[in-house]
């Protein structure tokens, strides 16, 4: 019967194995889905930011008259 000790301690060991596998990638799941998350709060906060300094941009060379090309 020493073999089916073995094999017990085999199993129960695969299957503390696999619990922690299982707790360690719902963790990287839910760490993965803040990211997206901050991510997609990021690009629409610099979409905002590009808009406003394209604004300010048009709005300072139409105060501006016959200025010179950049290569002067």
């Known amino acids: 019967m020493e073999t089916d000790n073995y094999?017990?301690?085999?199993?129960?060991?695969?299957?503390?194995?696999?619990?922690?596998l299982e707790d360690f990638m719902n963790k990287l799941q839910n760490?993965?889905?803040?990211?997206?998350?901050?991510?997609d709060r990021l690009t629409a906060e610099n979409r905002v930011?590009?808009?406003?300094l394209t604004e300010l941009i048009e709005a300072q060379e139409g105060d501006i008259p016959n200025r010179k090309p950049p290569h002067y």
């Not at 094999?7 to 922690?20: D, F, H, N, P, Q």
């Not at 760490?31 to 991510?39: A, F, K, N, Y």
């Open 31 to 39: 760490i993965s889905v803040e990211h997206e998350q901050i991510i």
């Open 7 to 20: 094999t017990e301690e085999r199993l129960t060991a695969v299957e503390m194995k696999l619990a922690y």
């Open 49 to 52: 930011l590009k808009g406003k």
